[in-house]
């Protein structure tokens, strides 16, 4: 494959740099009518600028973009918090923040209303831990009593006869018992 970089396709910047780096074509009766080098192709100079450093970019940058989130308040946001900051303000608080981490086993909060972890009782623990464990104690309650409906009252086929009457006419000729055997060995 022939190379782009030919005489004829550099020509036009050739005549160009020509122009600019050497005096103009002075001899008698020799005016030039156009400018060489007169194409699509215009090159412009411009002077070298010291830029800032890349470390003064980045935080006028980061400064910006964070007064700017698009995550945050329509008009921004009014100043920029250090992790200091957010330190200071966690330990002014009330004792709404303030809480005793513990580590509870499972027993623990199922049979017990307030169980001792490794640090303190729950009720010193964060709100979130006591919401925790009483969902924790509810659901284990709920399946507990799902589980004897099914082994109690869900055995019992005469229920179920009066919404089937298909199941009722199994019982009535005594080939479905009225409470459903229990086969397993435990």
Do not use: C
């Not at 910047?13 to 001899?27: D, E, M, Q, S, T």
């Not at 002014?92 to 923040?97: A, F, L, N, V």
Request: glycine share 6%; aromatic share 10%.
């Amino acid at each position: 494959m022939p190379s782009p970089l030919s005489f004829n396709s550099t020509e036009d910047i050739r005549k160009k740099l020509l122009v600019k780096n050497l005096p103009p074509f002075n001899n008698d009766g020799f005016s030039p009518t156009t400018n060489p080098g007169q194409s699509e192709l215009i090159l412009t100079n411009f002077s070298v600028v010291d830029s800032a450093e890349v470390e003064d970019i980045g935080n006028t940058e980061e400064v910006r973009l964070f007064l700017q989130n698009q995550y945050g308040p329509a008009d921004g946001y009014d100043d920029r918090y250090s992790v200091q900051d957010v330190q200071k303000l966690v330990t002014q608080r009330d004792t709404y923040y303030k809480f005793v981490a513990s580590t509870y086993t499972g027993t623990q909060i199922l049979f017990n209303d307030d169980p001792q972890g490794t640090n303190g009782s729950l009720t010193q623990d964060s709100a979130m831990v006591q919401i925790a464990a009483k969902s924790l104690q509810d659901e284990f309650q709920y399946r507990v009593d799902e589980e004897i409906r099914q082994e109690t009252l869900g055995r019992v086929n005469i229920l179920s006869a009066l919404q089937d009457p298909f199941i009722a006419a199994d019982i009535l000729p005594g080939r479905q018992e009225f409470i459903e055997q229990e086969w397993t060995i435990s």
